[in-house]
Nanobody
Framework: QVQLVESGGGLVQPGGSLRLSCAAS????????MGWYRQAPGQQREWVAT???????TYADSEKGRFTISRDNAKKTVYLQMNSLKSEDTAVYYC??????????????WGQGTQVTVSS
């Protein structure tokens, strides 16, 4: 059984910063790509950023220059540093990891989500 637990969400003023964390636990052999997604009220879930097992990063255009994704493989944790936050960044943020628990099959696992609210 694999669990992803997120933390770090909250209420922040426009222009402020937050750092999200997502830690994986359970029967894990390898973790490949890690990513962050978000879902605003009434909207579909959208991709925010991805980091590969080799450390390569990609971002959605609206987050480039403001958000930074990173990972700590020893801690099985992915982070999302969010700076210069805007009201439109308000959403529930989800992490996703591609994990091999045994054999050759790799499955995607999701966190439970953490609320980020940007408001004055």
């Amino acid at each position: 059984q694999v669990q992803l637990v997120e933390s770090g969400g909250g209420l922040v003023q426009p222009g402020g910063s937050l750092r999200l964390s997502c830690a994986a636990s359970g029967s894990i052999r390898d973790i490949y790509a890690m990513g962050w997604y978000r879902q605003a009220p009434g909207q579909q879930r959208e991709w925010v950023a991805t980091i590969t097992s080799g450390g390569s990063t990609t971002y959605a255009d609206s987050e480039k220059g403001r958000f930074t994704i990173s990972r700590d493989n020893a801690k099985k944790t992915v982070y999302l540093q969010m700076n210069s936050l805007k009201s439109e960044d308000t959403a529930v943020y989800y992490c996703k990891m591609s994990i091999r628990t045994g054999g050759v099959v790799v499955n995607d696992y999701w966190g439970q989500g953490t609320q980020v609210t940007v408001s004055s």
